[in-house]
């Protein structure tokens, strides 16, 4: 896929990689072994009919093709760029194992764009049932679910508390990496299934909760929003910010617009971002493209990284400075934010994650501070407390998530979740999983 | 979909009433909470406490402070505000303490009416205690009348009611009388203050406290507080919290993180904002 050169892209929040042309996706498509029994569609969550697919590309029927990825997967253009393809289908594609997988995600991304441009045409829909059903948020999960029970006849009504859906899609992922054209062009795809969706309504407050367990049926898929801080002396000084309030503010709020748009953001020369997850590498080239010098700090080996090899890479190329090895004791100044206070790390034994145990290095080398006047933390989520600690009877487990069975069904009989708010954070491709594996029960509950 | 003014009112110096159609907010509103408003596409999201709500309405008070608020000031009957979510946070305590005392600051004191009336209505006495710099500051005194057994009223330069503070007056009314619980609301500073006379009585004092705000329902973190050494999200852990163990100075810092951007933005309103035909861009 080609990428926009990096001198040129940070200073911009336009997309990075371009795609594929058509003839290079046919090409590609030309690879695909066919196999009797594809790897490929195991490893996918949501288990796209990918041979099916690519043939169809290989035959020239982009419009085929489209309808097959449709079949499983209604969010395709956004699935084929922030999918971890490379642990999923391609990493489970035969070819990889003497050469280069098929590039799936580029092809499927290829497909959803073609499709858009010549006009998508949405689904089948069954015969109406009569029943009612609720999905709570209607990011990655919430969308997946409202798709599939839509498809199956239900009313189905989205509740979204942002003045925008999406949720992760829009106000996490930043457009350079997934256009926000494109989610509303595939949130509209949903929404032409017959889907309701209201926004700026919080359920729990806007909705009683007694009002949302009068629906049929409920799929909870209100993601892991509650952002976690390190604990760290300094840590509520002006200049500090969860990754979340981060990108929100310029995803969502369009702050790097600002004063064209009204929501500020400190406009730090020097940022510090704290993490090594794909939400790390996000808040990091956010804050080049908004002309700040960026140290990247993560307590682990660069090669230990969690984030996506391809945003580790995209985030050296762009100039982001890593810190590996690194971890922040304290965040110096007052009222405002003027350094960060690290310590250095080195591996010992493999801890429980099955990696190398971070341990501080002892004497006063081993000490380090950096003067920046932007903070952001992005070490993690949990799932977001309002609404589901208002429902009384709904088992939850240590971390505060939601506890499913494998079909996603809760403690609360005909109510469900999926995505983050049951697992933790993950993945969009996961939580879609997930929420098909729900839809698909609750479709079998309402027969 | 849009939701629609239906009736604004300037009620003081600077300081301005709206209601505002949205049942989903209204229908479901207690004491205590707030509502998130955007004004339009490019605009900020700001939190604001539910001063009253009534069947489809719900009323917001407030002061014209940045550009958010000047430009909530313009709107009129029939214009429309793009984004109102809530209620959000949660309602205040109302439960039978016996003996409340309300006390309002400035814009803050909009916040009682409802209060004072749900505390009644389950049965305590309440006594109301407003204050503001001068007169023309002083807001829905009337209204709150009705709902307080005995209001006092204060103005700083002594141009209505008692020359001096609520505090002064909290005193004397915690020597005198048994007071139970009570509620301040006002600018920090003030609640800073005021809450100060309860320490040596050990009263239950809580207060509503306004930290800046993005989304408002726990997903950011901007409105981060600190309580008892704590941190806690003022959007979903409160708006309220036990006043004595607000760490006050970290709120007031955090209140003023963007004292440039705020005045920026100000500016440019006024140098856009047309007096004859509305907001407009160039």
Known sequence: ?447 | MAYKVEKATQIADNIFELWINAPHVAKNAHAGQFLVIRIDDSGERIPLTISAAKEDLVRIVFMTVGKTTTYLSKLKVGDEILDVAGPLGHPSEIKEWGHCVVIGGGVGIACLPILAKALQDAGNRVTGIIGARNEKLLLLADELEENCDELVICTDDGSRGFHGFPADILKQKLEDKNIDAVWIIGPAIMMKITSMATIPYNVKTFVSLNPIMVDGTGMCGSCRVTIDGETKFACVDGPEFDAHLVDWDELMNRQRIYPEQEKQSLELFHEHYCECGGHHHE
């Open chain 1, 1 to 447: 896929m080609s990428k926009r050169d990096p001198k040129i892209r940070i200073h911009d929040f336009d997309e990075v990689d371009q795609g594929i042309s058509d003839q290079n996706a046919v090409l590609e498509a030309s690879r695909c072994m066919e196999c009797v029994r594809p790897l490929c569609v195991k490893g996918c969550p949501v288990n796209i009919d990918i041979p099916g697919f690519i043939a169809a590309i290989n035959e020239r029927d982009f419009r085929l093709a489209a309808n097959i990825i449709k079949k499983d997967n209604m969010l395709p253009a956004i699935c084929g760029r922030v999918c971890p393809q490379e642990n999923q289908c391609e990493g489970k594609c035969v070819l990889g194992i003497k050469e280069k997988p098929v590039r799936i995600g580029a092809l499927e991304r290829f497909v959803a764009d073609w499709e858009r441009k010549n006009g998508a045409r949405p689904p089948h829909i069954a015969k109406h049932t009569g029943k009612r059903v609720a999905v709570v948020g209607s990011g990655p999960a919430g969308l997946t679910a409202a798709a599939e029970l839509a498809r199956a006849g239900h009313k189905v009504t989205i509740f979204e508390s942002l003045h925008a859906a999406g949720g992760v899609l829009t106000y996490g992922i930043p457009s350079f990496r997934l256009p926000k054209g494109i989610v509303r062009a595939e949130i509209d795809q949903v929404l032409k299934l017959g889907v309701e969706l209201k926004l700026n309504h919080i359920v729990g407050r806007s909705i009683p909760v007694e009002e949302l367990l009068s629906y049929d049926a409920v799929f909870l898929g209100t993601g892991a929003g509650l952002p976690s801080f390190m604990g760290i002396e300094g840590e509520n000084l002006n200049g500090v910010y969860s990754a979340n309030e981060f990108l929100t503010r310029i995803n969502l709020m369009h702050a790097n617009r600002f004063p064209e748009y009204d929501t500020p953001v400190i406009n730090g020369s020097r940022v510090a971002v704290i993490g090594g997850g794909n939400v790390a590498m996000d808040s990091a080239r956010v804050a080049r493209r908004m002309g700040a010098k960026v140290y990247l700090i993560y307590r682990r080996r660069e090669e230990d990284l969690p984030a996506r090899e391809e945003e580790v890479k995209n985030a050296i190329e762009e100039g982001v400075e890593f810190v590996c090895c690194a971890n922040p004791t304290k965040i110096t100044g007052g009222p405002s934010v003027s350094g960060i206070e690290c310590v250095r790390m080195e591996m010992c034994d493999a801890d429980d994650s099955g990696r190398p145990r971070p341990v501080p290095m002892e004497g006063k080398d081993a000490k380090f501070t950096l003067n920046v006047d932007v903070v952001v933390e992005a070490i993690g989520q949990s799932p977001n407390p309002l609404l589901v600690s208002l429902m009384d009877n709904l088992e939850r487990g240590k971390k505060g998530n939601v506890i499913v069975d494998e079909d996603g069904k809760t403690s609360i009989p005909h109510v469900f979740a999926g995505g983050d708010i049951a697992t933790g954070a993950a993945t969009v491709i996961e939580a879609m999983g997930n929420a098909k594996k729900a839809a698909a029960a609750i479709n079998k509950m309402l027969e």
